[in-house]
């Protein structure tokens, strides 16, 4: 299947539906069934200790599968997040950006699941792991 949308309409979607985050994401490689994002870190994302808050990490896992999705089916706002598992492996550098790496592993009419990656930018090693699975809405 096809890309529906590329990088720019993707990110235009997102100004578009989700206002509030701010330009906060940024689209490094869009491709088939795979996307790459930044989330851009600043002081509202650390938490004490000097480390980025998991709710943030979660935000880009669960923003990135969304784009990964409307990327191949196109922009259906009403696609939403079923089921979600994350495991914080490492503590990413506070004010660092982060980057997730996405792959869709299924994507049927019904449902998507994607696996998503996150680092630290500058590390070799994901800081955390998520899997997600996303209702489609039907046509």
Known sequence: MPLQM??????AF??????????????????EMELDMRMKIGEA???????????SMF????????????????????SVTTNCSI????????GVDLIGKCKLLKLGRALAVGDVLIYSEGMDKPVARATL???IPPK
């Open 6 to 11: 590329n990088a720019e309409q993707l990110m």
């Open 14 to 31: 997102f100004e578009e539906v989700f206002p509030q985050l701010d330009n906060a994401f940024e689209v490094l490689r869009l491709e």
């Open 45 to 55: 994302h650390l938490r004490p200790g000097g480390t980025v808050s998991g709710p």
């Open 59 to 78: 935000t880009l896992a669960d923003c990135i599968v969304y784009g990964a999705v409307l990327a191949m089916i196109g922009p259906k706002a009403l």
């Open 87 to 94: 495991d914080f492996m490492r503590k990413p550098e506070a």
């Open 133 to 135: 699975t996303y209702s």
